[in-house]
Structure formats: C-alpha cells, structure tokens
T-cell receptor, first 112, second 114 residues
Framework: AQSVTQLGSHVSVSEGALVLLRCNYSSSVPPYLFWYVQYPNQGLQLLLKYTTGATLVKGINGFEAEFKKSETSFHLTKPSAHMSDAAEYFCAVSEDDYKLSFGAGTTVTVRA | DTGVSQDPRHKITKRGQNVTFRCDPISEHNRLYWYRQTLGQGPEFLTYFQNEAQLEKSRLLSDRFSAERPKGSFSTLEIQRTEQGDSAMYLC????????????FGPGTRLLVL
C-alpha cells in the first residue's frame, strides 16, 4: 500500500531564504511522485513530477525535487523564497496510473 | 487551453438535501477523477472513469454518493441525503491518454452542509 508523510505541517521562511519541504513515502513498487501547490480556495496546481529517468526534477516557479530511492524521499526545494510562494504544498505518490495518495500538506508562510 | 472546470464553486445546503456537482475535463483527456478534501487534510481518492466506464470506487464513496460520466465527457457527482460530515472540497481531475499518471485538477466545489 502506498502512503505519504510530510514532515512539518507549517514552515516559515524569510523572503530570499531556502525553502525545503520534506516528503517520505512508502510504496511496494517504484512509484510516480508529485508535488502540487494549492492557493487558498483554489484547486491543486502541478509543480513537478518524477516518473522515470533523472532523479533530480525541475518544476515551475523555480522549484525542484530529488527522488532518493534509498531514503524513500522526494523533498522539494527552492533556493530563494518569494512572497508569492506562500501556499499549501502537497506531496503525492501513485503506484499505478490512476490513484494518487496525498500527504497531509505543508503550509508555507514567507516573512518579508 | 482551458483547464478542468467545476460547477458550482460553492454550495450551501441543509442536511438531508441532495446536491449535484459537475466537472468538465480538459479536452481530449479520457480519464476523469473525483477526490474529496476536508479541512487541513490532503485530497482523498473517491472514484475515476476511463471514458464512460467507472473503473474504481473508494470505500469512502458510500451508497449516498453516485458519479456518472454518461458520454465520456463531463461528469456529475451526486450526494443524496447530505450529512454534515459531507462538508468538504470536492475536486475533479483529468488526465491525457499519453501520460495517464499526471492528473490536472480543477478549482473544486466547496460544499457546506448546515
């Protein structure tokens, strides 16, 4: 069975500082991995995904994530936070190609 | 390029009433998914369609819930005899035949049951 753990329900960073959001997963097969962002009262927007190939994946808005099989992790980073990055971020895993299992989410606040 | 659309965006209803939500997927996307998101949680899978066929339903989808996609295009999700516990955001997503693993989400319908 697949599951996702996001460490830290809230992260606060200063504008210009590194953003690091942690995600660990459990899966019985090589999974597909995703990060989505959700702004208040909106749906989810795909930030980036890992399916196969290169383990460092780049997404929109300067975000990237690295798939580490040995650590069963898929942490999300951005070198320099911007005020517009304030949102909720969800890590998701899929063992097949139809059912996403999401973590509980991490809320990011950005301090000026 | 229009994304996934959902209607209505907000719905307030009284306990015991029936509600119906609509989802229009991205053009040429053959799969359509429904998720439910409660406050402070990540979305949970409810069901999905490939064309008009409903291929899987979560045990979260009680017999008060029914979803249809009669012509393989838009889908409806109906909740009968709503309960306060049904209050949530209902999200729809779709995926393309070439890249089924990647789901694109709509803005959601927020339901409040009083």
């Amino acid at each position: 069975a697949q599951s996702v753990t996001q460490l830290g329900s809230h992260v606060s960073v200063s504008e210009g500082a590194l953003v690091l959001l942690r995600c660990n997963y459990s899966s019985s097969v090589p999974p597909y991995l995703f990060w989505y962002v959700q702004y208040p009262n909106q749906g989810l927007q795909l930030l980036l995904k890992y399916t196969t190939g290169a383990t460092l994946v780049k997404g929109i808005n300067g975000f990237e994530a690295e798939f580490k099989k040995s650590e069963t992790s898929f942490h999300l980073t951005k070198p320099s936070a911007h005020m517009s990055d304030a949102a909720e971020y969800f890590c998701a895993v899929s063992e097949d190609d139809y059912k996403l299992s999401f973590g509980a989410g991490t809320t990011v606040t950005v301090r000026a | 390029d229009t994304g996934v659309s959902q209607d209505p965006r907000h719905k307030i209803t009284k306990r015991g009433q029936n509600v119906t939500f609509r989802c229009d997927p991205i053009s040429e996307h053959n799969r359509l998914y429904w998720y439910r998101q409660t406050l402070g949680q990540g979305p949970e899978f409810l069901t999905y369609f490939q064309n008009e066929a409903q291929l899987e339903k979560s045990r979260l989808l009680s017999d008060r819930f029914s979803a249809e996609r009669p012509k393989g295009s838009f889908s409806t999700l109906e909740i009968q005899r709503t309960e306060q516990g049904d209050s949530a955001m209902y999200l729809c997503a779709s995926s393309h035949p070439w890249g089924q693993e990647t789901q694109y989400f709509g803005p959601g319908t927020r339901l409040l049951v009083l």
